[in-house]
T-cell receptor, first 110, second 111 residues
Framework: DVKVTQSSRYLVKRTGEKVFLECVQDMDHENMFWYRQDPGLGLRLIYFSYDVKMKEKGDIPEGYSVSREKKERFSLILESASTNQTSMYLC?????????FGPGTRLTVT | GDSVTQMEGPVTLSEEAFLTINCTYTATGYPSLFWYVQYPGEGLQLLLKATKADDKGSNKGFEATYRKETTSFHLEKGSVQVSDSAVYFCALMEYGNKLVFGAGTILRVKS
């Protein structure tokens, strides 16, 4: 069965902290994605990766970076968290035809 | 750029009512179209998809038909259940791997 896991379901961080969100997939997919989900805005793409060490900016990359050192793991990094980054973060990996999503991490920055 | 517009919610229905959630899109080419569902506390799951004009996607009693002439992909179900309460997202994929999502529509079904 397809599985995408995210390191935390809920996270509370302070303004200015460095935050790591981890995503792991067990399907040997090359393509992985990070989205943020906000009410009324749907899902917006932050970054995606099409191979190890390869990354591309999505629609809203400002304030974020990513790391893909191994095929199964794709990390989202908030270098200095700010309150406007309070959101639900969803990771996905893609087969030929479908994106599979993790359960999400609800991040609150205070 | 590409975009997806969904009807605003929340949509509140009684059990066994007919459901329609409208979705229209803007794209330069011929995208593939998707409906995803997010149940409370979970990530998104693919509900159905259609890859070319006039295709009908269906799953779990839900249906949507790819209408190129009206650039629409409306979601329908003949008889909703309380367990269908969720957030529904319409999305398109045109080039490469990127999905473009609508804002999502909350569906609440009362018993």
């Amino acid at each position: 069965d397809v599985k995408v896991t995210q390191s935390s379901r809920y996270l509370v961080k302070r303004t200015g902290e460095k935050v790591f969100l981890e995503c792991v997939q067990d399907m040997d997919h090359e393509n992985m994605f990070w989205y943020r989900q906000d009410p009324g805005l749907g899902l917006r793409l932050i970054y995606f990766s099409y191979d190890v060490k390869m990354k591309e900016k999505g629609d809203i990359p400002e304030g974020y970076s990513v790391s893909r050192e191994k095929k199964e793991r794709f990390s989202l990094i908030l270098e200095s968290a700010s309150t406007n980054q309070t959101s639900m973060y969803l990771c996905a990996s893609k087969s030929a035809y479908e994106q599979y999503f993790g359960p999400g991490t609800r991040l609150t920055v205070t | 750029g590409d975009s997806v517009t969904q009807m605003e919610g929340p949509v509140t229905l009684s059990e066994e009512a007919f459901l329609t959630i409208n979705c229209t899109y803007t794209a330069t080419g011929y995208p593939s179209l998707f409906w995803y569902v997010q149940y409370p506390g979970e990530g998104l799951q693919l509900l159905l998809k259609a890859t070319k004009a006039d295709d009908k996607g269906s799953n779990k009693g839900f249906e949507a038909t790819y209408r190129k002439e009206t650039t629409s992909f409306h979601l329908e179900k003949g008889s909703v259940q309380v367990s269908d309460s969720a957030v529904y997202f319409c999305a398109l994929m045109e080039y490469g791997n990127k999905l473009v999502f609508g804002a999502g529509t909350i569906l609440r079904v009362k018993s």
